[in-house]
Structures are given as C-alpha cells and as structure tokens.
C-alpha cells in the first residue's frame, strides 16, 4: 500500500511541475534569438541603468534588470560561433564582463564615471558595427 501512495505522489508532482512549469521558466529568457535585435536592447537596457542617478529610488530594480539581460545575452550568445566572431560581440562581451564585474565586486557603490564614459563609448562601437554588420 505503501508503494502505490507512493507512485500516486510522484505522478502527481511530474503533473503538476508540468503543467505548472519550473519557478524560473516563467521569468525565463526575453531574449528574442535575433542577436542585432538583442543586443540593441541590451545596450537600451544598459544605458538606462548607468544614466539613473545614484539617489533614485529604482536603482536597485534598475541594476537587477540590467544583471538579468547581462546574464541572458551572455548565455544565449556565449557559445553561438556565428556571432563570436563579430566585432559588435566581442566589444558587447567586453561591456558586460566591465559592467558584471563592478555589479559584483561592488553591489551598493555607483558606477565611476570613468567606467560609465568608456562604457559609452563601447556602446556606440556596438551600434556602429551592427549597422555595418559586424
């Protein structure tokens, strides 16, 4: 009697986690797999959390949201050979590992702005490059 209880639960845990999905599947990846598209966004994205000023009250959100499309762009596009090889990525890699690292090394401190101005400038190398095409 024992046994079939507990078949009956597993059963119905593999129901359930199916139809109801995993906790982070339902957040899961925004990203749209058009890498020109998604990269135009993550830099969107990017570029708003480095221009909101250090008091403001959606910081936070605005520094999580900017980990979160860091962390996709890099999991979707990391092992993808028809894009590494772009300069558009390799400057984009150089911009997320920049700006995860002060993220993580320094989680409450505003970015410097020396950061931020060399950031900028990557930016516009990104967006400069996907129009070529590069």
């Known amino acids: ?29 925004t990203l749209t797999g058009n890498y020109s598209q998604d990269t135009l966004t993550v830099v969107s994205i990017l ?7 250090d008091d403001a009250p959606n910081r936070a959100a605005s520094q999580t949201e900017a980990r979160q499309k860091i962390n996709e762009f890099a999991a979707r ?20 590992n920049s700006l995860a690292g002060h993220y993580s090394s320094y ?21 400069s490059a996907l129009k070529r095409g590069a």
Do not use: C, H
Not at 3 to 17: A, F, Q, T
Not at 47 to 53: G, Q, R, T, V, Y
Not at 77 to 96: I, P
């Open 47 to 53: 570029k708003d959390a480095l221009e909101i000023p």
């Open 1 to 29: 009697m024992k046994r079939y209880w507990s078949l009956l639960l597993s059963i119905v845990l593999v129901v359930v986690i199916g139809l109801m999905g995993f906790p982070y599947s339902a957040n899961a990846d």
């Open 77 to 96: 596009y990391q092992r993808n050979n028809s894009v590494s090889s772009l300069s558009s990525f390799t400057t984009m890699r150089t911009v997320l």
């Open 107 to 127: 989680p409450n401190r505003p970015v410097p702005q020396k950061l931020k101005d060399r950031l900028q400038e990557e930016f516009v190398q990104v967006e």
